[in-house]
């Protein structure tokens, strides 16, 4: 009957939605709470002795307008309660309309002393002001969307008191702050068109960037800058030509870019550059400045930085997309997120639409096939299709292996033949770059293959399909990576006749960092703008190419993985690799703007951007750690060249320095014993190790009981639902009892 | 705007009286809030629980999701779901979100179930 339907519509949970009083009073009790810190109010503030879930809302059927005023003046006088920050970060946070958040600042304003003459609703410098204070947070977040350019931001004039007009310019420094960004607009434009999921590879690569910063930083400041400043006496360089930015060599090879150029002594010694040093009438130098272990700690610094950094980007993406309870499936919770609105085009959003309408179906058919169970021979047979490409695949990996590894041998035994020979220059140089170009043409080919077999395989789960895709991918680039690491560091077939097998690996790595980017830039024409050219004249079909996400993902993570290996043995890659994505991000663009079309797959963007760091920082960084840890502790220096010449590892260079430290001044004798004790025992480790453990079983065993208690919950919910469809009908029967 | 939700925004921010769904300036500021990405994950499902209740009841009953539903697959013949694809859709979302089994998603509910997609603040999203 409709008078109880009238009385349904006003339940609280389905009023507090719309109602500015029921919004004010939930807030009313979440300021109390904040203030008090318990989660119950004590018995004497409650107006209303009804069941614990109605004592904080308030009926919309009573017609009294006051009691909106009322809980408004509670309300306010909580918010005086509090602390600024804690009163401007509720009152952002409250779902009211700006002319209610405008009222309730006033009254906080007026509550709390004198009202000052600016506040006048006439002034519309004050008004402006306001309304952004209201609206956007002062937080200083970082990275802040474009700036509300607020039209009516007149001139302000200088009498109004220091803390508004001090807010002031920081809100309009704020809203410069996106023109100072860079790519704002590029990346606007990316998202508009082809949404979340290609946005996130253009975020990740600026991501790369900003960790390459870093070591750049510290390397140019400490290592390059000064070695320039002191130049080595050495032979004269060899003239420039064009070849040296491909194959790294020539002009390059006794430059600040390789290993080889750097000293070994304290660069500002005057005595240094004398032959007999001993014999020496001038004085040490005030400030001496160590090159070896400036290029060691350097290296060693910019490391720690940079794992720092990602390991807390890592335990920041995680902990955005894990969610404890999720037992059930998320199919809610993707419908609801479903739609982007940041697409504004017209076709993208069309676009948008069909690609929504095949995920829910490809989801529902994904659910219905999984309800229905296979019979025994299906499911045998699918098993064995999944064995057969998973050993194709493994036996793709270990045939290019075995090939990179005869190709490298055999390029070794020809370099030598032409060295013997005396052939010219050029062929010298050519041969070097033909292992590199053989990788990288097997990196970029591989993943077609894995594509189609893929194909072949027909696996039920599209998400499924891109792990496995990804998985393939990444386990061959690892491990021709590998074989190459064991290669350079082992120094029996590559580098073995130089006498500076340093510089002669960091010219190998320059050579491999070249070749990749332009069999990237050849992929990108090829598998974009000649493909799409081939879909639409010969085969006449309207479809572009698709921007396939996951192979350019990891091709960037190989292209990082190359730069931490060789940040040792060449000091300036990171700037390399920074012009790199540079021009690697306008040449992505252009091509996706001309040439593709948005993804087909169902994709979730910030799950999968937590992959990509995990790669980035699992295989990734942790291999490049592992060598350069292994390159320092373990493998002999070369004798004529570099900052460690002579001696017998890297390591010493640092524990010899502890120990001049000890003999000149007994005082800091804890570093010395620092020093032996915590890094060379292995104590240290096996305590941090159980630390570790300690706290990860807490952890889980937190996250346990949050499970139970969520489950324990949710029945208690499903009970009082229970109750409340019972009372609804108790009323129902009332009513019309009533009527008749 | 191409925005299928676009109805939805201009009613749910409109505070004029004559309920032609006008927007003044300040409703304006509040869309833009609203949907800037410095809005806590709280402000953002209050309004997105508002713009996806097509008949303002104050829940999101089955009528409401196929509507939504159907504004997110588009307005073409060949892209809309089947009836029973519809009603299993809708069925198994009620399954997961509705805890008090009354089939229909109040507030709480719906900002229940966002909450546990990570994506949902990052598509709703405007950027200037």
């Given at each position: 009957?409709?008078?109880?339907?009238?009385?349904?519509?006003?339940?609280?949970s389905?009023?507090?939605?719309?109602?500015?009083g029921?919004?004010i009073?939930?807030y009313?009790n979440r300021?109390?709470?904040?203030?008090?810190?318990?989660?119950?109010?004590?018995l004497?503030?409650?107006?209303?002795?009804?069941?614990?879930?109605?004592?904080?809302?308030d009926?919309?059927?009573d017609?009294a307008r006051a009691?909106?005023?009322?809980?408004?003046?509670?309300?306010?006088?909580e918010?005086?309660s509090?602390?600024?920050?804690q009163?401007?970060?509720?009152?952002?946070?409250?779902?009211?309309?700006?002319?209610?958040?405008r009222?309730?600042?006033?009254?906080?304003?007026?509550?709390?002393?004198?009202p000052?003459?600016?506040?006048?609703?006439?002034?519309p410098?004050?008004?402006?002001?306001?309304?952004?204070?209201?609206?956007?947070?002062?937080?200083?977040?970082a990275?802040?969307?474009?700036?509300l350019?607020?039209?009516?931001?007149?001139?302000?004039?200088?009498h109004?008191?220091?803390?508004?007009?001090?807010?002031?310019?920081?809100?309009?420094?704020?809203?410069?702050?996106?023109?100072?960004?860079?790519?704002?607009?590029?990346?606007?434009?990316?998202g508009?068109?082809f949404?979340?999921?290609?946005?996130?590879y253009f975020?990740?690569?600026?991501?790369?960037?900003?960790?390459?910063?870093?070591?750049?930083?510290?390397?140019?400041?400490f290592?390059?800058?000064l070695?320039?400043?002191?130049?080595?006496?050495s032979a004269?360089?060899?003239?420039?030509?064009g070849?040296?930015?491909?194959?790294?060599?020539?002009?390059?090879?006794?430059?600040?870019l390789?290993?080889?150029?750097?000293?070994?002594?304290?660069?500002?010694?005057?005595?240094?550059s004398?032959p007999?040093?001993?014999?020496?009438p001038?004085?040490?130098?005030?400030?001496?400045?160590?090159?070896?272990?400036?290029?060691?700690f350097?290296?060693?610094?910019s490391?720690?930085?940079?794992?720092?950094?990602?390991?807390?980007?890592?335990?920041?993406s995680?902990?955005?997309s894990?969610r404890?309870?999720s037992s059930t499936?998320?199919l809610a919770a993707?419908v609801?997120?479903?739609?982007?609105?940041?697409?504004?085009?017209?076709?993208?959003?069309k676009?948008?639409s069909?690609?929504i309408?095949?995920?829910?179906?490809?989801l529902l058919?994904?659910?219905?096939?999984?309800?229905?169970s296979?019979?025994?021979?299906?499911r045998?047979?699918?098993?064995?299709?999944l064995?057969?490409?998973?050993?194709l695949a493994?036996?793709?990996?270990l045939?290019?292996?075995l090939?990179?590894r005869?190709?490298?041998?055999?390029m070794?035994?020809?370099q030598?033949?032409?060295?013997?020979?005396?052939?010219?220059?050029?062929?010298?140089?050519?041969?070097?770059?033909?292992?590199?170009?053989?990788?990288?043409?097997?990196?970029?080919?591989m993943?077609?293959?894995?594509?189609l077999?893929?194909l072949?395989?027909?696996q039920?789960?599209?998400v499924a399909r891109?792990y496995?895709?990804?998985?393939?991918?990444?386990?061959?680039?690892?491990?021709?990576?590998?074989?190459l690491?064991?290669?350079?560091?082992s120094?029996r077939?590559?580098?073995s006749a130089?006498?500076?097998?340093?510089?002669?690996?960091?010219?190998?790595l320059?050579?491999?960092?070249v070749?990749?980017?332009?069999?990237?830039?050849?992929d990108t024409?090829?598998g974009?703008?000649?493909w799409r050219?081939?879909?639409?004249k010969r085969?006449?079909?309207?479809?572009?190419?698709?921007?396939?996400?996951?192979?350019?993902?990891?091709?960037l993570?190989?292209g990082?993985?190359?730069?931490?290996?060789?940040?040792?043995?060449?000091?300036?890659?990171?700037?390399?690799?920074?012009?790199?994505?540079?021009?690697?991000?306008?040449?992505?663009?252009?091509?996706?703007m001309?040439?593709?079309?948005s993804?087909?797959?169902?994709?979730?963007a910030?799950?999968?951007?937590t992959?990509f760091?995990?790669?980035l920082?699992?295989p990734s960084?942790l291999?490049?750690?592992?060598?350069l840890?292994?390159?320092?502790?373990?493998?002999?220096p070369?004798?004529?060249?570099?900052p460690?010449?002579?001696?017998?590892?890297i390591?010493?260079?640092?524990?010899?320095?502890?120990?001049?430290?000890?003999r000149?001044?007994?005082?800091?004798?804890?570093?010395?014993?620092?020093h032996q004790?915590l890094l060379?025992d292995?104590?240290?480790?096996?305590l941090v190790?159980?630390v570790?453990?300690?706290?990860?079983?807490?952890?889980?065993?937190?996250?346990?009981?949050?499970?139970?208690i969520?489950r324990?919950?949710?029945?208690?919910?499903?009970n009082?639902?229970?109750?409340k469809?019972?009372?609804?009908?108790?009323?129902?029967?009332?009513?019309?009892?009533?009527?008749? | 705007?191409?925005n299928?939700f676009q109805?939805r925004?201009?009613?749910v921010?409109s505070?004029?009286?004559?309920?032609?769904?006008?927007?003044?300036?300040?409703?304006?500021?509040?869309?833009?809030?609203?949907?800037?990405?410095?809005?806590?994950?709280?402000i953002?499902?209050h309004y997105?629980?508002?713009?996806?209740?097509?008949?303002?009841d104050?829940?999101?009953?089955?009528?409401?999701?196929?509507?939504?539903?159907?504004c997110?697959t588009?307005?073409?013949?060949?892209?809309?779901?089947?009836?029973a694809?519809?009603?299993?859709?809708?069925?198994?979302?009620?399954?997961?979100?509705?805890?008090d089994?009354?089939?229909?998603?109040?507030l709480?509910?719906?900002?229940?179930?966002?909450?546990r997609s990570?994506?949902?603040?990052?598509?709703?999203?405007?950027?200037?």
């Amino acid at each position: 009957s409709s008078a109880s339907l009238r009385i349904l519509a006003s339940m609280p949970s389905r009023t507090i939605g719309r109602s500015r009083g029921a919004i004010i009073s939930q807030y009313y009790n979440r300021t109390a709470r904040l203030r008090r810190r318990s989660s119950r109010p004590p018995l004497q503030h409650l107006c209303r002795t009804a069941r614990p879930s109605l004592r904080q809302y308030d009926l919309e059927t009573d017609p009294a307008r006051a009691t909106l005023e009322d809980k408004r003046s509670l309300l306010v006088k909580e918010l005086l309660s509090l602390s600024p920050g804690q009163r401007s970060h509720m009152l952002l946070t409250v779902p009211l309309s700006l002319a209610e958040k405008r009222a309730l600042r006033q009254e906080l304003s007026g509550q709390r002393g004198p009202p000052r003459q600016h506040r006048a609703p006439s002034s519309p410098c004050g008004w402006s002001k306001d309304n952004i204070a209201l609206v956007r947070p002062g937080r200083g977040s970082a990275r802040q969307p474009g700036g509300l350019r607020c039209r009516l931001r007149p001139r302000c004039s200088p009498h109004v008191p220091s803390p508004q007009s001090c807010r002031g310019l920081w809100y309009r420094l704020l809203s410069l702050l996106p023109a100072a960004q860079p790519w704002h607009y590029a990346l606007k434009q990316i998202g508009g068109r082809f949404g979340s999921s290609v946005l996130s590879y253009f975020l990740f690569l600026k991501t790369l960037l900003m960790f390459n910063i870093v070591p750049l930083l510290i390397l140019l400041v400490f290592v390059v800058a000064l070695q320039a400043a002191y130049p080595p006496a050495s032979a004269s360089p060899r003239p420039f030509t064009g070849l040296e930015l491909l194959t790294g060599a020539g002009y390059f090879t006794h430059s600040l870019l390789y290993y080889g150029y750097y000293s070994n002594a304290t660069l500002n010694d005057p005595c240094a550059s004398s032959p007999n040093s001993s014999a020496c009438p001038l004085a040490a130098p005030p400030l001496p400045y160590n090159m070896p272990l400036a290029y060691v700690f350097s290296v060693g610094v910019s490391f720690l930085i940079t794992c720092v950094l990602l390991v807390y980007s890592m335990s920041r993406s995680f902990g955005e997309s894990y969610r404890v309870g999720s037992s059930t499936g998320d199919l809610a919770a993707r419908v609801f997120s479903a739609w982007d609105f940041k697409v504004i085009q017209r076709r993208s959003v069309k676009l948008q639409s069909e690609n929504i309408c095949t995920q829910l179906k490809e989801l529902l058919a994904e659910q219905r096939s999984r309800s229905r169970s296979l019979s025994l021979c299906q499911r045998l047979g699918h098993c064995a299709v999944l064995l057969l490409a998973w050993a194709l695949a493994l036996g793709t990996v270990l045939g290019c292996v075995l090939a990179v590894r005869y190709l490298s041998e055999h390029m070794h035994a020809v370099q030598q033949g032409h060295r013997a020979r005396g052939s010219g220059q050029r062929w010298q140089e050519a041969v070097p770059l033909v292992l590199p170009l053989v990788v990288s043409l097997l990196n970029a080919l591989m993943p077609h293959l894995y594509n189609l077999l893929a194909l072949w395989e027909r696996q039920d789960s599209p998400v499924a399909r891109l792990y496995v895709a990804i998985c393939r991918n990444l386990l061959l680039k690892m491990v021709v990576l590998g074989l190459l690491c064991y290669q350079w560091l082992s120094r029996r077939v590559v580098c073995s006749a130089e006498e500076c097998w340093e510089t002669c690996v960091g010219q190998d790595l320059y050579r491999f960092m070249v070749m990749d980017f332009i069999f990237t830039l050849l992929d990108t024409f090829f598998g974009e703008l000649v493909w799409r050219l081939i879909l639409e004249k010969r085969l006449k079909r309207k479809q572009r190419p698709e921007f396939d996400i996951a192979r350019n993902v990891l091709q960037l993570i190989y292209g990082q993985t190359l730069t931490w290996l060789g940040v040792l043995f060449a000091p300036l890659l990171p700037a390399v690799q920074m012009l790199k994505l540079l021009l690697l991000f306008y040449i992505k663009k252009t091509s996706l703007m001309q040439n593709c079309r948005s993804p087909s797959k169902p994709w979730q963007a910030s799950h999968m951007s937590t992959v990509f760091v995990t790669l980035l920082c699992f295989p990734s960084f942790l291999g490049a750690a592992v060598f350069l840890s292994y390159t320092i502790w373990s493998v002999r220096p070369s004798d004529t060249c570099g900052p460690f010449r002579g001696l017998e590892t890297i390591y010493k260079s640092g524990k010899t320095w502890v120990q001049v430290l000890e003999r000149s001044n007994p005082n800091i004798g804890w570093l010395a014993w620092a020093h032996q004790h915590l890094l060379q025992d292995t104590f240290l480790l096996f305590l941090v190790s159980g630390v570790l453990l300690a706290v990860t079983y807490f952890n889980v065993q937190v996250v346990r009981g949050q499970r139970r208690i969520i489950r324990l919950l949710k029945e208690q919910i499903a009970n009082e639902g229970e109750d409340k469809i019972f009372l609804i009908q108790k009323l129902h029967a009332v009513y019309e009892q009533r009527e008749r | 705007q191409a925005n299928p939700f676009q109805h939805r925004i201009c009613r749910v921010f409109s505070t004029s009286d004559d309920g032609d769904d006008s927007m003044s300036f300040e409703d304006f500021l509040d869309m833009l809030s609203v949907f800037s990405e410095s809005a806590t994950s709280d402000i953002k499902s209050h309004y997105a629980f508002r713009i996806f209740d097509f008949d303002d009841d104050g829940t999101l009953d089955r009528k409401d999701l196929e509507k939504l539903v159907n504004c997110l697959t588009g307005q073409g013949e060949e892209s809309r779901l089947s009836n029973a694809e519809m009603e299993q859709l809708i069925q198994n979302i009620l399954e997961e979100s509705d805890i008090d089994k009354d089939g229909a998603i109040n507030l709480s509910e719906f900002q229940h179930v966002v909450s546990r997609s990570p994506d949902f603040t990052s598509s709703f999203k405007i950027v200037l």
